[in-house]
């Protein structure tokens, strides 16, 4: 069985929660950031269980200081070991960046074979979306640079289609918040918001491709945060779809940065994983 979907199943037989989309020190994105005991002491204490889901992106993968370079990766698994010696629960997985075939082919083979190496220490593998022609759609000032080559239709047309590649190719357990390319549109975003996004048939699709292929779909609950101000997938989206699909799986993250996000996320994770389970 799908490993992230056996852990979403044994959590729901004990209504237990869990936020599986934490990142540590060890993302790039992340300045001063926590370790994982901080997060692990965190979840014991407001009852939820922390699942990682450090950034793991091909291209920087030459680079000698990051985190899962060839000779760095080691340190990075040794920490989680040292953390799980307190015997607090979490799960390890990883947010991978899956790249357009046309246009970095070449980094989803790196990607491939890191997996190759690497993917026995991990209980998930959850796949994700950030490039889109040659900028990142979820850091407003390269999604500023974009739209001054594309229009948006064209951005969102090629962020689906790499999309879809994703889920029908890159083999993950998991997919992250599907339609993350509306990050930012909506109010005081790079782009006013639409209606139409809430109920984007190209999200419903991604869903479809997730149940058919046996890979959960993360809910995503962070777009609270941001322009877009709803869950990914959208909130009436993700409900159609579980209510008509109850063999759909989810999982919920807060893709909290630090461990003050994910204490305050605790609410919002209960509130959805109730929701997911009735
Ligand atoms: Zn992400
Ligand atoms: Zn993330």
């Known amino acids: 069985m799908n490993p992230l979907k056996k852990i979403v199943l044994d ?3 004990k209504h237990q929660p ?13 300045i001063n950031g926590n370790s994982f005991e901080e ?9 939820i269980v922390p699942g990682f889901l450090d950034h793991f992106q091909a291209e920087k993968v030459g680079d000698k200081r990051y985190p899962f370079h060839e000779e760095n990766v080691t340190n990075y698994f040794n920490a989680y070991e040292t953390a799980k010696e307190t015997g607090l629960r979490s799960f390890l997985g990883l947010e991978i960046d899956y790249y357009s075939p046309e246009l970095h082919g070449d980094w989803n083979r790196i990607t491939m074979e890191w997996l190759d190496r690497h993917k026995k220490e991990f ?4 796949g994700t979306v950030h490039d889109v022609f040659e900028g990142t759609i979820t850091i407003p000032a390269e999604l500023d640079g974009l739209l001054k080559t594309h229009s948006f239709p064209e951005i969102d047309a090629e962020y689906y289609h790499v999309l879809d590649r994703g889920i029908e190719l890159g083999g993950f357990h998991g997919f992250a918040h599907l339609d993350v390319v509306y990050r930012f549109c909506g109010d005081k975003g790079v782009l006013p918001g639409k209606k139409e996004y809430y109920t984007d048939e190209r999200t419903v699709a991604g869903m479809a491709a997730c149940t058919r292929h046996d890979i959960v779909i993360e809910l995503n609950l962070r777009g609270f945060d941001h322009p877009w101000n709803s869950t990914y997938p959208a909130e009436p989206l993700f409900q159609r779809f579980k209510d008509l699909h109850p063999k759909a799986a989810f999982f919920t993250g807060s893709d909290s940065h630090d461990v003050k996000t994910f204490e305050r996320y605790a609410p919002v994770i209960r509130r959805y994983t109730e929701r997911l389970n009735t």
């Open 11 to 13: 959590a729901k037989k």
């Open 18 to 30: 869990l936020d599986l989309h934490l990142h540590t020190r060890f993302s790039v994105d992340v």
């Open 39 to 47: 997060y692990m002491q965190a979840g014991e204490a407001i009852g």
């Open 123 to 126: 209980d998930y593998l959850v």
